[in-house]
């Protein structure tokens, strides 16, 4: 089945630039996605990119994919300590009838130090 | 959390009981699901329904049924606990039409934490 690899553990200086990578294995993937998890929380969605972009900004985000390489990174500008989190890569697979399936790597946690 | 509810957030239960976890949405949205979220693994799919009384396996799904039996409930229950099924569960819910081609973001809720002793 699909898999989809993140490396456990980042640390970054605040106002530091962050870049969190995710590999994954479904050369099918339609879309994307980077979810934020914060203690105690749920998953928040952060963003996502279609399979045929290769890049999308949004403020101090910034994802980068490689379709060929099936390498999705994120990148957060001037990091902040609340952007301490869990960071959840997932992809999706094409269109079924059950709906938006979607498989997670196992999350990067993100630790922003003073 | 847009309009999902988890209950219990919280239970510690003994092996070989039963449990059943609820997921309650105003969203009116079709797609349900039930993650399990563990160390070293992410999210696992349990379950996931596309409709009221229509369900199917994820890829956990083992020792796990599910039921919905109207739009805004979908209930996950353990019918005997083991230690190996101690985790946080999630819910979570999204409105994407059958064969959808768009992103159709899931929407979480906050999790309920399972202790098996």
């Known amino acids: 089945g699909e898999d989809v690899e993140q490396s456990l553990f980042l640390s970054v200086r605040e106002g530091d630039s962050s870049v969190i990578n995710c590999t994954y294995t479904?050369?099918?993937?339609?879309?994307l996605y980077w979810y934020k998890q914060e203690p105690g929380a749920g998953l928040q969605l952060l963003t996502y990119i279609f399979s045929n972009m290769d890049m999308k900004q949004d403020q101090r985000l910034t994802v980068l994919l490689n379709k060929k390489d099936k390498h999705l990174s994120l990148r957060i500008a001037d990091t902040q300590t609340g952007d301490s989190a869990i960071y959840f890569c997932?992809?999706?697979?094409?269109?079924?009838?059950?709906?938006?399936?979607?498989?997670f790597g196992t999350g990067t946690q993100l630790k922003v130090e003073l | 959390d847009a309009g999902i509810t988890q209950s219990p957030r919280h239970k510690v239960t003994e092996t070989g009981t039963p449990v059943t976890l609820r997921c309650h949405q105003t969203e009116n949205h079709r797609y349900m699901y039930w993650y399990r979220q563990d160390p070293g693994h992410g999210l696992r799919l349990i379950h996931y329904s596309y409709g009221v009384k229509d369900t199917d396996k994820g890829e956990v799904s083992d020792g796990y049924s599910v039921s919905r039996s109207k739009t805004e409930d979908f209930l996950l229950t353990l019918e005997s606990a083991t230690s190996s099924q101690t985790s946080v569960y999630f819910c979570a819910i999204s409105d994407a039409p059958q064969g959808s081609s768009g992103a159709n973001v899931l929407t979480f809720g906050a999790g309920s934490r399972l202790t098996v002793l």
């Open positions: 997932a992809e999706r697979g094409p269109p079924t009838g059950g709906g938006n399936k979607l498989t």
């Open positions: 479904d050369s099918s993937s339609t879309y």
